[in-house]
């Protein structure tokens, strides 16, 4: 069997690049390099050659096309991260649908469908990443397609109540009954992807496979891990390094103790409500005032979007206010600082820090509250305060577990992980570190695969492997339904010189034909 991997973005390696630690990018390239394969997607390029180049490295072909600034505009900013990121992260006032959009998405799909077709082979195994391809299986079977192809959706998915809000999410969803397996990060996520094949579709469903005309397809959960061993090397090294961010993190913090967030800028993060959380932490506990700093990290991410343009000002302005309120000449409450750091360094920011505070409003997994953990000094670890609405926190319950929507929680949450004797916080890490240890980034991609390669498609019932199932302690680790944005699917106005294009028929427009 060779391995076809397809995401929207695909980054070739140098050719004698070596892996720092782990992550998502280096396990798929390292499942290609075991069974020979190729990677497929979008350069990162936006110009006017379309054209396939092929790059070749070692056993593995990486294949890129560049878009079309149309193609970007529609497919890329519109579609996939102005309407499908925002309701499937529940919140629909953030949603904006344009029929031109779809229309783009479909067609960068179609496009990728027509090129890749063109480099199957018969016994290929093809698994392609995310929300931006959804309806590419339905594409590729419309060619003639018939291998094994497996979908992995890596961020949340909602229930049908909130999805079909948008516009052909009912064709959307349709199209994923073209995948022989597809994966979600949690039982929750499966649970509504099936709910929406049966509500909105009319689909039949045992409860882990699903009938959808003649096609039968697994719907599974595979959180994702991360290469814990790399990481902990990577944290236990940047201590011995002389000239770090960490050490001159010392310098400036001296014996001041350190929280840490690190999130791309986007408002699924929840980092605006972190900042006024770890505010109301700071007025209501006055004597912790000058003994603790919040770093975070946050690079920027999609700044063409408007909100992101927006959670960009706001993240400012709560981090100054914050600052010229609570601050004092010689110490800073909170520094924001958006750009990326080298894993390395993320890793040493990490273990210097006493409390890892990761509150997404909603999140597919969120690999940060992996590593942080996996960085953490095992003789004096420190606390990770986890949102209940991040994929992690089905996994990792002995994490304080807190609601990003309630400040005074978090807040006091953060007090709690400040004040917590060393033997809780050694009982924590351990049962934390168990977890995802044995459920790594190898684990995930080898589990996906089996799953995928195996006659017919088998839906685990097995739920990955979890060492305590108390709830921590004052906390639920069952995701309640979350408080939603009831805001209405908003409508952008059409930029000037770009066309409302005739859009296809609801239903029967991607007929999936074996
Ligand atoms: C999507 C889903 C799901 C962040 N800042 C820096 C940096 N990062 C790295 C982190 C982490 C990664 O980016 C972020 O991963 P997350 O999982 O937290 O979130 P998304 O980017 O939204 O990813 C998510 C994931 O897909 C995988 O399925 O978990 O739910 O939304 O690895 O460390 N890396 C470096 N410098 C930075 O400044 N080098």
Redesign the pocket.
């Known amino acids: 069997m060779r391995l076809v991997v397809v995401s929207n973005r695909v980054t070739i390696p140098d050719r004698h690049e070596k892996a720092a630690a782990g ?2 990018a280096v396990a798929l390239r390292e499942a290609l390099e075991r069974h020979g394969g190729l990677w497929f997607g979008w350069s990162g390029v936006v110009g006017a050659a379309r054209q396939l180049r092929e790059t070749q490295r070692g056993n593995v072909t990486y294949a890129v096309t560049d878009l079309s600034e149309a193609e970007r505009e529609s497919y890329y900013l519109g579609f996939s991260n102005r309407a499908l990121w925002p309701i499937m992260h529940y919140r629909l006032g953030l949603t904006e649908f344009q029929r031109s959009d779809y229309i783009g998405y479909l067609g960068v799909n179609r496009r990728f469908a027509r090129e890749l077709t063109r480099m199957i082979q018969p016994d290929d195994v093809i698994w392609i990443h995310d929300y931006h391809l959804i309806p590419l299986a339905a594409e590729l079977r419309r060619r003639g397609v018939t291998n094994r192809i497996g979908y992995f959706h ?2 949340p998915w909602p229930s049908a109540d909130v999805l079909s809000a948008l516009p052909f999410s009912t064709t959307l969803v349709r199209t994923l009954a073209a995948y022989d397996l597809v994966g979600m ?1 949690t039982e929750v996520d499966a649970r509504n992807l099936i709910g929406c094949l049966v509500d909105m579709c009319g689909a039949r469903t045992d409860g882990r496979r699903v009938r959808l005309g003649v096609r039968e397809t697994a719907v599974q959960s595979f959180p ?1 891990g ?1 290469d814990v061993e790399a990481f902990r090397r990577l944290a236990a090294a940047s201590v011995r390094q002389a000239a770090t961010p960490l050490r001159a993190t010392r310098e400036s913090l001296g014996e001041r103790k350190l929280v840490i967030g ?3 800028l ?1 408002y ?2 929840g980092i605006v409500q972190r900042l006024e959380a770890f505010g109301q932490f700071l007025q209501s506990h006055p004597d912790e005032r000058g003994r603790v700093s919040l770093l975070q ?1 946050a ?1 920027p991410s999609r700044s063409d979007v408007p909100e992101y343009a927006e959670l960009d000002r706001m993240s400012d302005e709560v981090a100054g206010r914050l600052n010229a309120q609570i601050g004092e000449f010689d110490w800073t409450p909170i520094r924001v600082v958006k ?5 390395t ?2 890793a040493g920011f990490y273990r210097r820090a006493e409390v890892g505070l990761v509150t ?1 409003m909603r ?7 992996k ?1 942080y953990v996996a960085a953490q000094n095992p003789a004096d670890p420190g606390v990770l305060v986890l949102s209940r609405f ?3 926190a089905q996994q990792l319950g002995e994490a304080l577990i807190v609601n990003p929507y309630d400040t005074h929680e978090v807040a006091e949450a953060i007090r709690t992980a400040l004040a917590m004797p060393k033997s809780e916080r050694i009982r924590r890490f351990e049962a934390l570190y168990h977890v995802i240890e044995t459920s790594g980034i190898h684990w995930w991609t080898q589990r996906y695969l089996d799953a995928l390669t195996r006659s017919p498609v088998e839906a685990e019932i097995a739920e990955p492997p979890r060492k305590v199932d108390a709830p921590a302690r004052g906390t639920s680790r069952k995701p309640r339904a979350a408080v939603l944005d009831r805001g209405e699917v908003k409508g952008r106005p059409v930029p000037a010189g770009r066309k409302r294009n005739a859009v296809p028929a609801e239903s029967g427009h991607l007929t999936l034909v074996r």
């Open positions: 992550g998502l890596h961020i990060q994702i991360i690190v999130d791309r986007d699924s993060k990290i690079p750009k990326a750091y080298s894993r360094a993320l997404p999140d597919g997994m969120n690999l940060v509250a590593e991040a994929g992690a």
